[in-house]
């Protein structure tokens, strides 16, 4: 069975450019989230999706980030524009109708941002 | 606020040599305590659920253990593919998972 994939693995922009990473999630997992992990630290849960509907939001910086999942699969994450303050490892997880209970998610290897 | 703290940051084990990690948690109504393994440039892998005070969950040479302020993570002779950083993480109020800083943990032979 294939896992979460996420892409690109590795992006390097200048500040103030635009930047988006693709999740794709195992198949039949209805939850989807974002992580942002900074160095030396655990993740920060970005957004939260249940099938297509974003459910927790919270800890979005709304002003420069936006993330969608239509048809409730595949998920994008943007960033426009970037800020120096952005550069870390944005991982992707997908978890089964359980999760919330088992806290049994399935993450991608992550995609590293680097903002010069 | 839900909160959890790991220590130590870091660990430095001889193969063998036997261990714990911790984690201290304050949560509104704890939904579990959850244990990951993180290797370098890979996501963080999934290894335990607790739920309640007395409850043990064992893998290989990982065996966790959980009161109600805290969990512990044992390492029962490591061997050096034992070495990556430890997550742990609770169940917070809103839903999501809230993961501590994590304890890395070297194995030299």
């Known amino acids: 069975e294939a896992g979460v994939v996420q892409s690109p693995r590795y992006k390097i922009i200048e500040k103030k450019q635009p930047v988006a990473f693709w999740c794709n999630p195992i198949s039949g997992h209805n939850t989807l989230y974002w992580y942002r992990q900074n160095l030396g630290q655990g993740p920060e849960l970005l957004i939260r999706y249940e099938n297509e509907e974003a459910v927790d939001d919270s800890q979005l910086p709304k002003d420069r980030f936006s993330a969608e999942r239509l048809k409730g699969v595949d998920s994008t994450l943007k960033i426009q524009p970037a800020e120096l303050g952005d550069s870390a490892v944005y991982l992707c997880a997908s978890g089964g109708n359980r999760d919330r209970d088992t806290g049994e998610l399935f993450f991608g290897e992550g995609s590293r941002l680097t903002v010069l | 606020e839900d909160q959890v703290t790991q220590s130590p940051e870091a660990l430095r084990l001889q193969e063998g040599e036997s261990s714990s990690l911790n984690c201290s948690y304050t949560?509104?109504?704890?939904?579990?305590l959850f244990w990951y393994r993180q290797d370098p440039g890979k996501g963080p892998e999934f290894l335990f659920t607790l739920y309640s005070a007395g409850e043990e969950k064992e893998k290989e040479r990982l065996k966790a253990t959980l009161t109600k302020k805290e969990s512990f993570l044992h390492i029962t002779a490591p061997k050096p593919e034992d070495s990556a950083t430890y997550l742990c993480a609770v169940g917070g109020s809103q839903g999501n998972l809230i993961f501590g800083k994590g304890t890395k943990l070297s194995v030299k032979p």
């Open positions: 949560v509104s109504g704890l939904r579990g």
